[in-house]
T-cell receptor, first 115, second 111 residues
């Protein structure tokens, strides 16, 4: 079974549309994250949640809204998509927050292309 | 600006040779982690070294940490074609609650 799963794997959409990416982890972890990896492979944290509570919001535009219905799920909704949102989005989880010191387990990524 | 920067950005070697990648960072850290990313896949954790450790081994991997120079190195011995991937260092800045990744070293092992 996949530890951290994301859907969809690929997402191609028009500028201005609204889309969601789902993430689920079956590791029993308390903390989940969203990262964005740009075309230069630079990976940057967007959000982290600990037990459904928002911990980090890394100055991401408010078009991006994470939602954590329970600690096993962290979904990412993006409104009014822009060309610059094209990237690979990774979900990750760790056992607990521990100041970010824990090993993180990554999902396979969602490749978003905005046309 | 980035906390961690890997060097070199790309490395191509023959199978069986050793591969060394370096990571430099700017501020004091709690720990430093190395991750591998195969093409089109997510990141996989390789090894974590704490700020009070100087060297750590895991199989064919050897990681060193020099906090005085704010640098770390990852050595892969007896490389294999399957080691072809991008390798990222990530640091946990003291007082912060997040991992900060470098841009990675793209390693190619030629058969």
């Amino acid at each position: 079974d996949t530890a951290v799963s994301q859907t969809p794997k690929y997402l191609v959409t028009q500028m201005g549309n609204d889309k969601s990416i789902k993430c689920e982890q079956n590791l029993g972890h308390d903390t989940m994250y969203w990262y964005k990896q740009d075309s230069k492979k630079f990976l940057k944290i967007m959000f982290s949640y600990n037990n459904k509570e928002l911990i980090i919001n890394e100055t991401v535009p408010n078009r991006f809204s994470p939602k954590s219905p329970d600690k096993a799920h962290l979904n990412l909704h993006i409104n009014s998509l822009e060309l610059g949102d094209s990237a690979v989005y990774f979900c990750a989880s760790s056992q607990n927050l521990a100041g970010g010191r824990e090993t993180q387990y990554f999902g396979p990524g969602t490749r978003l292309l905005v046309l | 600006s980035q906390q961690g920067e890997e060097d070199p950005q790309a490395l191509s070697i023959q199978e069986g040779e050793n591969a060394t990648m370096n990571c430099s960072y700017k501020t004091s850290i709690n720990n430093l982690q190395w991750y591998r990313q195969n093409s089109g896949r997510g990141l996989v954790h390789l090894i974590l070294i704490r700020s009070n450790e100087r060297e750590k081994h895991s199989g064919r991997l050897r990681v060193t940490l020099d906090t005085s120079k704010k640098s770390s190195s990852l050595l892969i011995t007896a490389s294999r074609a399957a080691d072809t991937a991008s390798y990222f260092c990530a640091t946990v800045i003291q007082g912060a609650q997040k991992l900060v990744f470098g841009q990675g070293t793209r390693l190619t092992i030629n058969p």
